[in-house]
């Protein structure tokens, strides 16, 4: 349905997202944080990319661990507004972070709070 090319694809994808989210106690993100969202859903006729119907847009943040990903969170998002993404990073991401983004102009702020020590 999502297009992973076999079943042992499909199969390690769906153990490496349990492990990621096994701990709903579980701290938050630090470091060098990775932040993005992206569309999940298949391809269908009709309209594409944001708002297209029967897909769903999900922030994305990963800790950058040793030259590889760490820790991961996700949540589904209404939109990618200002207000969304910095919510998203401040309930994911400690303070003093560095945060990296794709530069998406409503990422503006939000890295800058994000990075802010309290």
Partial sequence: MIGLGSYETAWAWLHKLRRAMVRPDRG???????????????????RRGRGAEGTALVAIAVEARDGGP?????????????????DFVLDHVARGSEVRTDGWTDYNGVVSTASATS
Avoid: F, H, P
Avoid at 36 to 43: H, R
Avoid at 72 to 85: E, G, P, Y
């Fill in 28 to 46: 938050l993100l630090d470091s060098a944080v990775e932040v993005d969202e992206s569309i999940v859903g298949g391809v269908r006729a009709g």
């Fill in 70 to 86: 760490g820790r991961v969170r996700m949540q589904r998002i209404a939109n990618a507004s200002k207000d969304v993404l910095t």
